[in-house]
């Protein structure tokens, strides 16, 4: 489990130096509160299910006004409606 962490932390620091690098001014602004639940639940969905499915679409019944409505969501989006 540590391993998978690793890796999803390597693959986001990558990514915010690919950002660093394209930017003019080299620096990227980071939200930190967001960066973190994805990183995590990025992992925890790797880990469960042996691969990173997190940007994998799936269906719901999403409850919005009282109406019930059928979206297209990332399992990682899905996550976050579900638990709240």
Same mark, same amino acid.
Request: glycine letters at 6%.
């Given at each position: /489990?540590?391993?998978?962490? +690793?890796?999803?932390? /390597?693959?986001?620091?990558? *990514?915010?130096?690919? +950002?660093?690098?394209?930017? &003019? %001014?080299?620096?990227?602004?980071? %939200? /930190?509160?967001?960066?973190?639940?994805? =990183?995590?639940? &990025? %992992?925890?969905?790797?880990?469960?299910?042996?691969?990173?499915? *997190?940007?994998?679409?799936?269906?719901?019944? @999403?409850? %919005?006004?009282?109406?019930? *409505?059928? +979206?297209?969501?990332? =399992?990682?989006? *899905?996550?976050?409606?579900? @638990?709240?």
């Amino acid at each position: /489990m540590l391993q998978t962490l +690793k890796i999803k932390l /390597m693959d986001t620091f990558g *990514s915010w130096d690919k +950002k660093i690098d394209a930017s &003019r %001014n080299g620096c990227h602004e980071i %939200n /930190m509160a967001t960066e973190f639940s994805d =990183i995590l639940a &990025r %992992n925890i969905i790797h880990i469960c299910f042996g691969e990173d499915l *997190s940007d994998e679409l799936i269906t719901l019944h @999403v409850k %919005n006004d009282g109406k019930w *409505s059928t +979206k297209a969501l990332t =399992i990682k989006e *899905s996550i976050y409606i579900i @638990v709240g």
